[in-house]
């Protein structure tokens, strides 16, 4: 649904459940432990999927270091964070079609990297830029570089310090952008293609995006409906109000 108005008083027992959605990708930050994030079970393989951890052999580990509402998150506040899936991306996005709904908090966001879109993924396709970036603050971009036109991308606002659910929608040929369920952006334009011999990741560095991720959700079949019913669970399980 495209834009959407706030929800008030939403009753949680008739928000979407994941669990009857076929997601190909679906972590918590609160599960982090051995490190990894096991991916929780759904109509589709997500229970199967992992995210763990790559940096430097284990080397800074994100922890539980927040709260939301009570349920703790992954900090990504270390000097280097880098959680890879342990699966390609084609097991969780198909060449012309994607969805990632990531709710999380962004805090700071720096330019030291001298590759303008290197390591400042929130969640991407590693080495395509495909995916959910912060640029400088107050933006977040959604951007697509290996296939069609070279650095394509829409950014949409948000507010350094808040929660958000950031999705990033690939279907149509196109690129969609939304900030919690307000309206979806006007779309770039896709080649159609992605490299999908690589992971999809999340990272924190020099030149990244310093904040906390509390769920990740990696569709291959969703629409801009799939992806609200989403960002309801979410705006409901944790009280956002969106």
């Not at 393989?45 to 763990?52: M, V």
């Not at 969609?176 to 490299?195: C, E, I, L, Q, V």
Request: proline share 4%; net charge negative; glycine share 12%.
């Amino acid at each position: 649904m495209i834009g959407v108005s706030p929800t008030v008083g939403f009753n949680i027992q008739t928000a979407p459940d994941p669990s009857k959605y076929s997601l190909t990708g679906w972590w918590k930050g609160a599960d982090f432990a051995a490190n990894q994030i096991l991916g929780t079970n759904s109509v589709g393989t997500s229970g199967a999927r992992k995210l763990y951890d790559n940096s430097f052999g284990n080397a800074n580990l994100p922890t539980t270091g927040t709260f939301l509402n009570g349920i703790p998150v992954l900090n990504f506040t270390a000097s280097f964070v880098w959680l890879e899936t342990d699966a390609p991306a084609s097991s969780f996005l198909s060449a012309n079609t994607g969805a990632m709904i990531v709710l999380c908090r962004t805090m700071t966001q720096t330019t030291n990297d001298p590759v303008t879109a290197n390591n400042r993924m929130l969640l991407g396709i590693v080495g395509d830029y495909g995916g959910i970036y912060a640029t400088t603050a107050p933006t977040v971009i959604a951007s697509n570089t290996s296939a069609g036109p070279a650095e394509q991308n829409e950014s949409t606002a948000y507010v350094v310090g808040d929660w958000h659910v950031v999705t990033w929608l690939h279907t149509g040929g196109k690129i969609y952008m939304r900030r919690n369920r307000n309206a979806w952006s006007a779309g770039t334009t896709s080649g159609g293609m992605f490299s999908l011999f690589n992971n999809i990741t999340t990272s924190n560095g020099i030149g990244n995006s310093i904040g906390y991720i509390a769920e990740i959700f990696t569709s291959d079949s969703f629409g801009q409906t799939e992806c609200d019913d989403m960002a309801k669970y979410l705006s409901v399980k944790y009280a956002l109000g969106l």
